[in-house]
């Protein structure tokens, strides 16, 4: 008797988690689409003790221009009043428990896609973190950072992508010492979702975030090619040659280095980056009839026609945006071998955990649905 070859465990778990996955995407990306689906109301976080809290009534605009998913952070110049967090409706609204302090008139600052608030709670050593909150679900806040016990915060600022924070800290004062000296200052960064910050300044002088830009790099770019690699040293460099071999020779519009042709080395790509990767690869195929093996970070496109792609995604779904979007052009994409190493710097906020490939494999399967639902797939490549 045969018996039938037996699954391995981590593969079994793997599909397990890429369907849940998918099907959230679908169920997500659907209700986005539908116009009968009501947004969720904000409920209040702190109850307000002034009638200054309370934002002017008027009459809410349609709800096809204004929804509850965003607000506005607002505060009043009288009473004692705290920060507001509105939604965009005016209804509901939650107050947050902020402390003022020098920079930061309300030590919180709102994402640039009005999505969420981030907001210093607490003011005592040892007691003091940063915070994340949702405008459509109020809550307590998700605390991302605590400070150390002998720093206090001072300021933040969202980058332009509302995928990290970017603030400051300083020495709490001393007892004695001269008004308006600082000591043991720092700037740092930390992604929005939480984990590790990372420092990139230390001393003794003020520091003030003021903005943190994410997507100035192609319009400050010059040239009429434009070329895209990670800068964590897992990429060759040298191999961008090759890359731009068929825009130059005029048989190829964007080129995309495939990883898994080129030669990989050990322990470069984990397992479960490996499997997402070829996920999203085989859905590509199957809505738009794109044959690849690997959504390629290290390409090259040309600036008139990334011009016209009118790109919107931020994060993890931009690289496929810029597929799709090509590809309803009847752009001609390639793909050549590329190598790929395990990276020398830093750690991966996609590869390196698991829960981070599982937020990156949701967005970006996120937007290859949208896509897809949207109508934009109607032109099928025919597979060579």
């Not at 699954?7 to 990306?29: D, H, K, R």
């Not at 990429?235 to 825009?247: D, K, Q």
């Not at 399967?365 to 109607?378: S, V």
């Amino acid at each position: 008797m045969r018996l039938a070859p037996r699954i391995p465990v981590p593969f079994v778990l793997l599909s397990a988690t890429a369907l849940v996955v998918v099907a959230l995407v679908v169920v997500g990306v659907l209700a986005e689409r539908s116009p009968t689906v009501a947004e969720p109301t904000a409920t209040p976080l702190v109850a307000s003790a002034s009638p200054a809290t309370t934002a002017p009534a008027s009459t809410p605009p349609a709800a096809s221009v204004l929804s509850d998913r965003f607000g506005f952070v607002w505060a009043s110049q009288r009473g004692s009043s705290g920060v507001n967090v509105q939604p965009e409706t005016g209804q509901g609204g939650f107050e947050l428990p902020t402390q003022d302090y020098r920079f930061s008139a309300c030590s919180c600052a709102a994402s640039l896609d009005g999505t969420r608030v981030a907001y210093w709670a607490g003011s005592t050593p040892g007691a003091t973190e940063l915070r994340v909150v949702d405008v459509a679900r109020p809550g307590l806040g998700t605390a991302i950072y605590k400070p150390p016990v002998d720093q206090r915060w001072t300021a933040l600022a969202w980058s332009n992508d509302s995928s990290g924070i970017l603030f400051s800290l300083e020495g709490w004062p001393t007892p004695g010492a001269p008004v308006g000296v600082v000591t043991n200052t720092a700037l740092l960064v930390i992604e929005a979702t939480g984990g590790t910050a990372r420092t990139l300044a230390t001393g003794d002088s003020l520091y003030v975030p003021l903005g943190w830009d994410r997507a100035a790099g192609v319009a400050a770019a010059s040239g009429d090619l434009l070329a895209f690699m990670d800068g964590d040293g897992s990429f060759v460099p040298g191999e961008l040659t090759a890359l731009l071999a068929p825009i130059l020779d005029g048989s190829a519009d964007l080129v995309l280095g495939t990883r898994m042709h080129g030669g990989m080395a050990a322990g470069a790509m984990p397992p479960h980056q490996r499997f997402g990767n070829q996920l999203v690869a085989r859905l590509m195929y199957g809505l738009y009839g794109l044959c690849l093996t690997d959504l390629g970070p290290f390409r090259v496109i040309g600036r008139d026609l990334l011009n016209t792609l009118d790109m919107r995604e931020m994060t993890y779904g931009w690289p496929v945006e810029m597929i799709v979007k090509a590809a309803r052009q009847g752009a001609r994409i390639v793909e050549l071998p590329v190598s790929y190493r395990p990276r020398s710097a830093g750690v991966s906020k996609v590869g390196g955990t698991v829960r981070g490939t599982i937020l990156a494999t949701y967005r970006i399967l996120r937007t290859t649905f949208r896509y897809a639902l949207g109508g934009i797939a109607q032109q099928r490549r025919p597979r060579t």
